[in-house]
């Protein structure tokens, strides 16, 4: 009985069928753990997202970015770009099942008895991990109940940094973009969402937003993806799962019970 951590789909079946050969996947026993961004870019988003919804219980998982932009997108909110690949999806006859079901999975799973957390891109570095649950409680109960209004004040980078007092809208628009999008953080906390590089490449001043020097202990290790740039050695605290699958690189799998990891080449 084994938790696999799966990397960034991003609409990449075949290479997650291969994957799930190569560890012998027993649905009767084995669980997936999804990091989101299960969809957009590659050429089976559609087939993607049925299969991860097919999986029932045995598969949890969290929501990307590139999966609210499909929300966005079927919602009438944003227009599908030159590079999206997620128009099968809106063509769908089964549209709206599958967008009802994505838009009611959570933006971070806590597993106290694992000792894991799963999140598209991390949790922000002056959050206690009650706090982080706080937020994502908050945007999961948004999502389910006020989406289309959620949707249209999703977008945007401000607020960059956590303060207390913040209107809900501005809460919830932080919250997402920590819990989607974040990559590294200033040294004074404030998100900054233009570089994307690996950490040796950063520049001064720059720091991933798990390695905050002050940032709050978590006392979870956490699982993360959104970062294909990251090299596969990390803190012990933190494990890294998009290797650029939809780029050409590989599909991983993290094995949580057996700390060890698994992939499948992408470029064939």
Not at 45 to 74: C, M, P, Y
Not at 88 to 107: F, G
Not at 141 to 169: A, C, I
Not at 210 to 228: E, I, M, N, Q
Request: hydrophobic share 35%.
């Amino acid at each position: 009985m084994t938790t696999y951590v799966i990397g960034d789909l991003q609409g990449c079946l075949t290479p997650l069928r291969r994957l799930l050969d190569h560890l012998s996947y027993d649905p009767t026993t084995d669980t997936l753990w999804f990091v989101g961004d299960l969809v957009n870019r590659g050429p089976e988003s559609l087939e993607t997202l049925r299969f991860i919804k097919s999986l029932g219980k045995q598969a949890i998982s969290v929501l990307g970015n590139h999966d609210l932009h499909l929300l966005a997108v079927v919602h009438g909110v944003r227009k599908a770009s030159s590079k999206d690949t997620l128009q099968p999806i809106v063509n769908a006859t089964d549209r709206d099942e599958l967008c009802h079901w994505l838009a009611r999975r959570p933006l971070l799973h806590v597993d106290d008895n694992l000792g894991h957390t799963l999140v598209h891109a991390g949790i922000y570095p002056y959050w206690s991990l009650k706090r982080a649950q706080k937020m994502a409680d908050e945007l999961h109960g948004v999502l389910r109940h006020e989406l289309q209004d959620f949707l249209t004040v999703m977008y945007g980078n401000m607020p960059d940094r956590w303060v207390k007092g913040l209107s809900p809208r501005r809460r919830r628009r932080f919250s997402v973009n920590a819990f989607t999008r974040m990559r590294y953080c200033h040294w004074d906390g404030r998100i900054n969402f233009d570089f994307n590089g690996p950490p040796r490449t950063a520049p001064a001043g720059l720091h991933p937003w798990y390695a905050l020097p002050d940032r709050k202990p978590l006392d979870t290790t956490v699982v993360f993806g959104h970062w294909s740039s990251h090299p596969g050695i990390s803190p012990g605290h933190v494990i890294p799962t998009d290797r650029g699958c939809v780029w050409g690189g590989s599909l991983t799998a993290y094995a949580i019970e057996e700390r060890t990891s698994h992939w499948v080449d992408c470029r064939s």
